[in-house]
């Protein structure tokens, strides 16, 4: 059963720091991962969608990396703003699954200005 | 087309009600799919529908749970007897099958339904 965890569950950083949320899942047979940002009480937006044969995708001060071998993806941004606050949530589907995304708990970030 | 939208957003019902929540797709996506997330965890999967056929559905979707895609447009999750635990923000998503199965491809969520049992 596949097991996605992100590290750390939250964060708060000064405006304008670079910062890196993890994400690592147990199962390394996975067709692509993709990155979610979602507002208190709000839906979910898609960020980042990287493809199993890729090992980056960017996206404005967004950059997210794969590394499959090692079940391990990072999400990257760069001088982060008050606006950046939320929570960001990394789902993979599943090889041998369907098509059901299973996602990590998320990593909840404060941007203080 | 706006994306993914849901009803109601926000539903308060007494234990035992039965209710109904309403998701309209991205109007080409074939696809669709429900998932349910408490306070402070992901979303866990609940159901997915291509076209009209319901093609998965987890263990969480007890007996009391039913989800249908009559024409392959719209869906409606229905919670029967409802209880407290049933409590969360129900999320519907949609995408297209993309050419090589069984890739996902990337999923559009609505803003979700909140379900409150008194």
């Known amino acids: 059963k596949q097991e996605v965890t992100q590290i750390p569950a939250a964060l708060s950083v000064p405006e304008g720091e670079n910062l890196v949320l993890n994400c690592s899942f147990t199962?390394?047979?996975?067709?692509?991962l993709q990155w979610f940002r979602q507002d208190p009480g709000k839906g979910l937006t898609s960020l980042l969608l990287?493809?199993?044969?890729?090992r980056e995708q960017t996206s404005g001060r967004l950059n997210a990396s794969l590394d499959k071998s090692s079940g391990r993806s990072t999400l990257y941004i760069a001088a982060s703003q008050p606006g950046d606050s939320a929570t960001y949530l990394c789902?993979?589907?599943?090889?041998?699954?369907?098509?059901?995304?299973?996602f990590g708990g998320g990593t909840r970030l404060m941007v203080k200005p | 087309d706006t994306g993914v939208s849901q009803d109601p957003r926000h539903k308060i019902t007494k234990r035992g009600q039965n209710v109904t929540f309403r998701c309209d797709p991205i109007?080409?996506?074939?696809?669709l799919y429900w998932y349910r997330q408490t306070l402070g965890q992901g979303p866990e999967f609940l159901t997915y529908f291509q076209n009209e056929a319901q093609l998965e559905k987890s263990r969480l979707l007890s007996d009391r749970f039913s989800a249908e895609r009559p024409k392959g447009s719209f869906s409606t999750l229905e919670i029967q007897r409802t209880e407290q635990g049933d409590s969360a923000m129900y999320l519907c998503?949609?995408?297209?099958?993309?050419?090589?199965?069984?890739?996902?491809?990337?999923?559009?969520f609505g803003e979700g339904s909140r379900l409150t049992v008194l």
């Open positions: 990287i493809q199993s044969s890729q």
């Open positions: 199962d390394s047979a996975i067709y692509n």
């Open positions: 789902a993979v589907p599943p090889h041998n699954a369907g098509n059901m995304l299973t």
């Open positions: 998503a949609s995408s297209l099958a993309p050419r090589v199965l069984p890739n996902t491809g990337e999923l559009f």
């Open positions: 109007s080409e996506h074939n696809r």
